[in-house]
């Protein structure tokens, strides 16, 4: 399985009504963080489980979600946290 698949395996927990990744691993060829083989991601997602949470607290529980995909597979990500009432 791809990383980006892994990536919408694990945030299922979150109950997403909308999710996408975008991988931008190729924008970075040659960037120290992609020697290591870990990749670059765009990510949006929406969840109810983001409603009275702020950025912090949003991005906590998509980094808790993924797990150890962030230690290897995943260089940088950047995310767009929004409850289903922000869309």
Not at 17 to 33: F, K, M, N, P, Y
């Amino acid at each position: 399985m791809n990383v980006p698949d892994q990536i919408r395996q694990r945030l299922a927990v979150l109950r997403p009504s909308r999710l996408e990744v975008v991988d931008q691993s190729a924008l970075h060829a040659g960037h120290e963080g992609a020697k290591s083989g870990g990749g670059h991601y765009l990510l949006t997602i929406v969840s109810p489980m983001f409603a009275g949470h702020g950025t912090l607290k949003r991005h906590r529980l998509v980094y808790d979600a993924l797990g150890t995909l962030m230690e290897r597979e995943i260089h940088a990500m950047s995310m767009s946290t929004l409850s289903p009432e922000e869309t």
